[in-house]
């Protein structure tokens, strides 16, 4: 009997992981990703500790720690005066969407996926399993929108992730591979226009601060609209990963393993034949609590006053169950 032929549409951190899985599953694999790879991308860059049985489920362990990622022990939260420190239940990582994005496409190569260099829609592949995993693609309208941005610096490194909150955005700070130091935000268009889309005129005094010693590796890169949104209930055809399926707010810092983990569930399944509808709802179990308590976190933070509030709250919260309430639910999709 002839492989189950898969088509992948995207080739980053959810199109290399569908691959990957599928390939895994004895499926052939064409994978197409418009864009030249790897790149830098605006991306927290931060792994949560269940990386590591997703990479290792994906074959792939050795590899990343040949990519060197940053180990990470601790977390800071900053708003204005107040601060939180509590220590991460496991060590995480931190590694650079170029090195991340060159390490999962090298690998499903090796394997046997065919890649091509072009622009590939759904509607051209009737008759077989289809993974979309081509990032975020939905519209915003003009006011009030979100923009990211993202620089690399050079100078002390922290075995920190720290976050600095202001009203309506913020900015997370963490060391990755080779010593550098990725600051990656998000803020409103207005803000950001203002200041002529130089993200350093937002920054509170704390962050100022925070980066006085540090030098900037290379300009700016800016990107959005981001627009927040879960498709686990849509009738699709296709199965949906990474942020095709669903963009939850980057703070929480779990967007590089949703990718990994909905990728690879969806190569499976559609190597596998599992429904669609299957495949969404094994998604929202995955994820469904994490954007929820997401959802509540982004509506405080566009407000300056029940901001205060909840960092206040925060710091009699135990840390690790801040921590619990931004994660995925693991457990089905490292199996």
Not at 70 to 78: G, H, Q
Not at 90 to 110: E, H, I, N, T
Not at 178 to 199: I, Q, S, Y
């Amino acid at each position: 009997m002839a492989p189950r032929a898969i088509t992948v549409i995207g080739g980053g951190p959810a199109g290399c992981a569908a691959a990957l899985a599928a390939l895994a599953e004895g499926a052939s694999v064409t994978l197409y990703e418009k864009s030249r790879l790897p790149r830098h991308k605006v991306c927290g860059e931060f792994l949560s500790p269940e990386i590591l049985a997703l990479v290792e489920s994906l074959g792939l362990r050795d590899a990343f720690f040949a990519a060197r990622p940053a180990r990470l022990s601790r977390a800071v939260l900053r708003m204005g005066s107040r601060e939180k420190h509590f220590p991460l239940p496991q060590p995480a990582f931190s590694l650079s969407r170029y090195a991340l994005d060159r390490l999962l496409l090298d690998a499903a190569v090796q394997r046997g996926a065919e890649v091509k260099m072009e622009t590939r829609k759904a509607d051209d592949c009737s008759g077989q399993p289809v993974v979309i995993a081509h990032g975020r693609q939905a519209p915003a309208p003009k006011g009030g929108r979100l923009f990211g941005f993202k620089a690399h610096f050079r100078g002390p490194v922290e075995d920190a992730v720290e976050m600095f909150f202001f009203r309506g955005g913020y900015v997370g700070v963490s060391p990755v591979e080779d010593g550098a130091v990725n600051v990656c935000g998000l803020a409103p268009e207005e803000l950001l226009r203002a200041g002529g889309f130089r993200p350093e005129t937002l920054f509170p005094e704390s962050l100022q601060e925070r980066l006085a010693p540090l030098e900037r590796s290379f300009d700016w890169l800016v990107t959005g609209p981001l627009v927040f949104h879960e498709k686990f209930d849509r009738p699709a055809e296709a199965y949906l990963a990474g942020d095709a399926l669903g963009f939850v707010d980057p703070f929480t810092g779990s967007g590089i393993l949703s990718a990994l983990a909905t990728g690879k569930l969806a190569g499976r399944s559609a190597a596998r034949g599992v429904p669609v509808a299957g495949y969404n709802a094994q998604c929202r179990r995955i994820l469904g609590l994490q954007y929820g308590f997401s959802a509540i976190l982004r509506h405080a933070l566009s407000d300056g006053l029940v901001a205060e509030i909840m960092l206040y709250v925060a710091q009699w919260v135990p840390g690790p169950l801040l921590y619990r309430l931004t994660r995925p639910a693991m457990g089905k999709a490292t199996a």
